[in-house]
């Protein structure tokens, strides 16, 4: 049994039902009397809704209901609002505009709800939304976050003059230009992080149901935090009160961030489900997905690295407008601030760093965390100007970067972060040898005689994970407080349930979660269940993002199962007759440590319900919870090395390898970690060649299926070199720090950081696409 416990590499347990087709998502709920919506959406990036006429879809066949923006207002649904409150540096607080779940005066981007049709099939309800007759006054949009700045923009809020929503500093301005006027050398860049679409394998759905009778209502719902969706549906947007409404996130099928938030259709869901008396079930098409959900980065960004005559960094000034689309969404504040320029000292002893960020709305689908958030910016910004920077001095992208580390810890950055604990040259050190660094000149000549050009890129990456503790995060703005919650049952017969405020999303807690206990008790993990995505199952909780399930929600198992232990001990000591201090638990019985006097695990379970011999005064049952909030962030830290070969005829660029040396702190299960890594990976490949979100100078999105939206294909990719290092994490129970996005940060530098080598330049627009590379390439030769 102990194989199964944690650092074995375990079969995840939930991988059969989802290979089976046994899932049960959203689309799968049926409950009687379900009906189905479709969404009238605007075909205009900016425009005043002059005129909605509904009387010809009303009479359609099969149609139950069409409802508008009006009809919301009048019942009391709140706006969507954004839950981390930014001030600017004059102190005054963020521009919120107006975000109605139903538009009924304006829309703001292509996609933006204005009618929701219910009907007796899917089908009808979209022939009917066709038939919704909507009169617009067409305006000006603009897409391009710098040009929503200028004087002649259109205004798209009237909280919000001149489009900005905050500028905002970080780190001290004064030290910081007085660093680069002292010194030797100054790297100067432009960086551009581009706008990328999340393409979870399941698009959003929602189902709401009214129960007349109850006064009570249901949501299944494609959510990373169900909780949150309860708290925030009910006390900020009037959808129901928390006691009478339940939030049900099943089996999802994949987030990456984009289903941390309450988007309108939920709400307006529930809101259609009492309005029409029916349930009401809604499932994004592919177009849908493009259009409407959250999407990601879009940063343009002015950097200055400044050098002194040891080619050690003293200071680093940045810029950067941020791009956050028509609307705030919930966690979009954080995402340019507290996500990004807190990281931008990156693995780096910098004495100096000022960041100013202005927030910037336009006509554009609403921009929000997508996985690393703010984390990838900071680390394409800073590993694309640190590599820049070693060919401008002319050493080694390796020696520059070493001689920079930080090698002492705790490490305070001038930009609040506290480093607890990392070795950054032992992933550097990982990353090269498996990428064997030193014999790349023979590969590049090699490559050259074939006609091929050839290019190696590294990337050091750090990232702040499990966001915590509340009371730090509640005084930088967020509303919420970042804790974790954890219940563990133990059931008469020995068999165990964990209740999670966790959520899994193909993360594999079913399977890590139950490692983790089974180290703890030595029962098998098929006895262990877990139970999470149900706000009437589960103690509240604050789901997943920032990979922070085994840093916070697993300690918060931990600290449960503490509880457990204890009481179990006492038990197992009055059965033994034996003290206490003595007992241990191994392979599934409780023991008096240097006898053969034991109990079984179940047995002493079920003594502990049949309360017929339990020590004095002691409760029967054996339940324990656990709320467990983190002391800081996790730092996960990393080397990560890719190696591209060009056709300079065609521009196409093969990644002939990849290497990812993390440290990630302890280990639950290496398989997944290493799965983890790999879909990161992928991810950041992606955005480097191939993905990239494009608009028209209208705000029609001209990127809105797999037919124009390029993602990465097994193809593309090569065969990853993986490997851990260990420096544990010394904030929390476990050690754990983290790996769900360290894939996606640290590889798009690494990407394009080869491709400029290869080409010999400096800069190269992500996507760096066949087209874009082969300009290059001809660009050099003029």
Not at 592 to 617: C, E, I, R, S
Request: aromatic fraction near 8%; charged fraction near 20%; glycine fraction near 10%.
């Amino acid at each position: 049994m102990g194989i199964e416990g944690v650092g074995a590499r375990v079969a995840r347990k939930e991988d059969k039902r989802f290979i089976t087709g046994a899932g049960r998502y959203v689309d799968d709920m049926v409950v009687p009397g379900m009906k189905h919506a479709a969404f009238v959406r605007s075909p205009h990036a900016h425009a005043e809704i002059k005129n909605i006429d509904v009387t010809k879809a009303q009479a359609m066949p099969g149609v139950i209901g069409v409802l508008t923006g009006k009809e919301l207002k009048a019942d009391g649904i709140g706006n969507i609002i954004c839950g981390w409150m930014i001030h600017s540096k004059d102190g005054s607080p963020m521009k919120m505009g107006a975000w109605s779940p139903l538009a009924f005066d304006r829309v703001r981007y292509v996609g933006d709800a204005v009618v929701i049709v219910v009907a007796e099939t899917k089908g009808q309800a979209r022939d009917a939304a066709e038939a919704v007759d909507i009169t617009y006054e067409e305006l000006k949009a603009v897409v391009d976050a710098p040009k929503a700045l200028e004087r002649s923009a259109p205004q798209i809020h009237p909280e919000a003059d001149g489009n900005l929503i905050f500028d905002w500093e970080l780190g001290d301005s004064t030290a910081t230009n007085a660093a680069i006027k002292a010194a030797a050398h100054i790297t100067r860049m432009k960086i551009v992080n581009n706008r990328l679409v999340p393409n979870a394998i399941e698009p959003r759905a929602a189902l709401g149901y009214y129960d007349k009778a109850e006064d009570h209502y249901t949501c299944w719902t494609t959510s990373q935090n169900p909780h949150l969706a309860r708290l925030v549906m009910s006390a900020f947007y009037n959808v129901a009160p928390e006691n009478k409404l339940r939030v049900i996130a099943p089996d999802v099928g994949g987030g990456f961030g984009s289903k941390i938030y309450i988007y309108p259709e939920e709400i307006i869901c529930l809101w259609a489900s009492k309005k029409t008396g029916v349930p009401v079930k809604w499932v994004a098409d592919r177009t849908e997905s493009f259009l409407t959900d959250a999407h990601g980065r879009d940063h343009v960004s002015t950097v200055e690295m400044a050098f002194d005559k040891d080619n050690r960094i003293t200071g680093l000034k940045v810029d950067t407008i941020a791009n956050l689309g028509a609307y705030m969404s919930l966690f979009s504040s954080c995402v340019p601030t507290y996500l990004y320029a807190t990281l931008l000292s990156g693995q780096y002893d910098i004495p100096a760093i000022h960041a100013n960020v202005r927030a910037v709305y336009t006509n554009t689908a609403p921009v929000d965390a997508y996985r690393g958030a703010g984390r990838p910016e900071a680390t394409y910004l800073l590993e694309r100007t640190m590599e820049t920077a070693a060919r401008e001095l002319g050493v080694s992208p390796a020696e520059l970067r070493r001689k920079n580390f930080i090698t002492a810890f705790p490490h305070q950055t001038p930009v609040i972060m506290n480093y607890d604990a990392g070795d950054y040259a032992a992933s550097l050190d990982a990353a090269m040898a498996a990428a064997d660094y030193a014999g790349f000149a023979q590969r590049k000549a090699d490559a050259t005689n074939r006609g091929k050009l050839r290019g190696i890129g590294m990337s050091c990456y750090i990232e702040a994970c499990g966001l915590a503790p509340s009371a730090a995060v509640g005084s930088l703005g967020a509303g919420v407080g970042l804790w974790e919650s954890a219940e563990v049952r133990v059931n008469a017969a020995g068999t165990i349930e964990v209740l999670t405020g966790s959520h899994s999303h193909g993360q594999g807690h079913e399977t890590t979660f139950a490692q983790l206990v089974n180290q703890r008790f030595g029962v098998p993990i098929d006895s262990v269940s877990i139970v999470h995505g149900d706000t009437d199952k589960v103690q509240m909780g604050m789901g997943t993002y920032g990979s922070r399930s085994g840093a916070v929600g697993m300690s918060a198992v931990a600290k449960a199962l503490d509880k457990v232990e204890a009481k179990a001990k006492k038990i197992a000591a009055h059965l033994l007759e034996a003290d206490e201090g003595d007992i241990v638990i191994e392979n599934g019985a409780l023991k008096v440590a240097g006898t053969d006097k034991q109990v079984p695990w179940f047995q002493m379970a079920l003594a502990a319900y049949t309360a017929h011999n339990l020590p004095g005064g002691m409760e029967p049952g054996l339940k324990e919870t656990s709320f467990y909030d983190p002391s800081n962030f996790t730092f996960p830290a990393g080397c990560y090395v890719c190696e591209v070969e060009i056709d300079p005829e065609t521009g196409v660029t093969e990644v002939v390898q990849f290497v990812a040396a993390d440290d990630f702190g302890n280990i639950i299960n290496p398989m997944i970690v290493e799965g983890q890594v790999h879909g990161g990976v992928a991810q950041g490949i992606g955005q480097a060649l191939l993905e990239g979100t494009r608009y028209d100078a209208s705000g029609q999105l001209l990127t809105a299926s797999y037919m124009d939206y390029t993602m990465p294909r097994a193809d593309d990719l090569p065969s990853f070199k993986v490997s851990t290092s260990n420096t544990p994490c010394p904030g929390n129970p476990l050690g754990i720090k983290g790996c769900g996005e360290a894939g996606a940060i640290g590889s798009p530098p690494a990407v394009i950081n080869a491709i400029t080598d290869a080409i010999g330049i400096t800069d190269i627009a992500m996507p760096a696409s066949p087209s874009t590379v082969w300009a290059a390439i001809r660009a050099t030769k003029h």
